[in-house]
């Protein structure tokens, strides 16, 4: 029982893994089951469980996160930004990223200075949690077909 | 006062598949392979640099309970349990290497950044490990 449980977390973290990798395509939720070598819907399922949030909301969090790396480290504009990270919209995007982090990304930009850490703990630090108040609606990134809910 | 860092550690699952892995795969040399009782004392470490030893560390009794061991290995699974960061003088080239070798867990391949570049990859058992190639600075300018 426990070899299983086992087993399904170190699948499920190596198709995060390939979310990660392509966080900046649309997400392609049977692509990404596949990796874990389970249907679409019990990949959703089991991901929420393991990891306590949606694929699709986890995704959003770490490309708002890349964002705000980008936003720090370098002056690429908003809009390059945005596109950059995946999303389609600067509308939507810009909306998100206020959302999750609690500003516009132009006033986080101003209040922030490059950070000196490795990137994986710069962003690791600064990775927005789900912010209070923000319900777990269907995530959507501007896609031209909307997401459903999960 | 403290001089230096001895031993950190690891938690794998299967300490044959760590070392089949860390030596085979990632290129670090067997440190110290002892076994005491039913507890085996088992160490890699960085090629020259015999320093910093990394102990393999497998949940179970006697030191942990089998409902704590049980504990441990769901969260090693989900990533969750720290990872290894380490530097090279190559990483576009180690990069090749770990493939050859057969390595498929990338979590992101060589990119470039302000302070060099680095990748990520994990091991079987899903601890992170970046790998670092630091950019080369001007004598006496900031790195």
Redesign the interface.
């Known amino acids: 029982m426990?070899r299983e449980?086992?087993?399904l977390?170190?699948r499920?973290?190596?198709a995060?893994?390939a979310m990660?990798?392509a966080y900046a395509e649309p997400l392609n939720v049977r692509a990404v089951a596949a990796v874990a070598h389970i249907s679409e819907a019990h990949f959703i399922r089991s991901f929420r469980a393991?990891?306590g949030e949606t694929p699709h909301r986890y995704l959003q969090r770490r490309r708002v996160e890349r964002s705000m790396f980008l936003l720090r480290?370098t002056d690429r504009s908003v809009t390059d930004i945005c596109f950059d990270i995946g999303f389609t919209s600067r509308g939507t995007f810009s909306r998100t990223f206020r959302e999750i982090v609690g500003e516009t990304p132009s006033d986080y930009r101003m209040g922030h200075e490059?950070m000196e850490a490795?990137?994986?703990f710069q962003k690791a630090a600064t990775r927005p949690s789900v912010a209070a108040g923000v319900a777990l609606k269907s995530s959507s990134f501007g896609d031209a077909s909307k997401v459903a809910a999960p | 006062m403290i001089n230096k860092l001895n031993v950190t550690s690891v938690w794998v699952l299967d300490k044959d598949e760590a070392l089949d892995f860390y030596v085979n795969k990632l290129g670090l040399e067997k440190g110290n392979d002892v076994k005491q009782g039913t507890y085996r004392w088992l160490t890699v470490r960085v090629p020259g640099d015999p320093g910093v030893e990394i102990s393999l560390e497998a949940p179970g009794p006697p030191v942990q309970d089998e409902a704590t061991a049980a504990q441990l290995r769901e969260l090693i699974t989900k990533g969750a349990m720290g990872g290894l960061v380490f530097i090279t003088d190559d990483v576009r080239g180690l990069y090749e290497t770990l493939k050859k070798r057969g390595v498929t867990d990338f979590t992101q391949e060589p990119a470039d950044n302000f302070y060099g570049t680095d990748m990520g990859v994990r091991d079987p058992f899903g601890n992170a490990i970046r790998i670092l190639q630091r950019k080369k600075v001007a004598d006496g300018a900031k790195a």
């Open positions: 426990s449980v086992e087993e977390n170190r499920l973290l190596r995060r893994d990660d990798r393991v990891f480290e490059p490795p990137q994986c």
